[in-house]
């Protein structure tokens, strides 16, 4: 049985994962074999457009295995400069191109169109009105 040691909380860009500053150095010190963990993190992120913000979890063990979580994308980092427009309405259209940008999936697929309905809400939950 695996005993966890330490649990990071990291925002990697899908498709973006390198041995570089700063997750080689965060990883390397806990001591996660860090080309391993940018293969398996890249092959798990490959159905994201590339750069997406994912909120990734990352538990190590004490025998320095580790579980990668892709908890959700960061859709606030992606929203921020439309919500600053003071008239807090967003086209339709818009909605769509930012779920196709992070998923890259099919227009007809059901995970297209389940987060297109998450992100209206999410959106008529901060009072932006969709036009």
């Not at 391993?36 to 997406?52: H, I, P, Q, R």
């Not at 600053?84 to 059901?110: H, P």
């Not at 992100?119 to 939950?125: A, F, K």
């Amino acid at each position: 049985m695996n005993i966890i040691k330490e649990q990071l909380n990291l925002i990697i860009p899908a498709n973006k994962a390198t041995p570089s500053p700063p997750l080689g150095p965060a990883l390397g010190q806990r001591g996660i074999n860090i080309m391993k963990f940018c293969k398996e993190f890249n092959a798990l992120t490959n159905v994201y457009n590339d750069s997406v913000p994912l909120n990734t979890s990352i538990i190590v063990y004490t025998n320095n295995e580790y579980t990668i979580n892709i908890r959700n994308v960061n859709i606030r980092k992606i929203l921020d400069n439309i919500l600053r427009n003071k008239y807090r309405v967003i086209d339709i259209r818009y909605i769509y191109e930012i779920v196709l940008y992070i998923t890259g999936s099919n227009v007809n697929s059901t995970l297209f169109k389940s987060k297109c309905k998450s992100l209206i809400h999410y959106l008529e939950g901060m009072k932006v009105k969709i036009v």
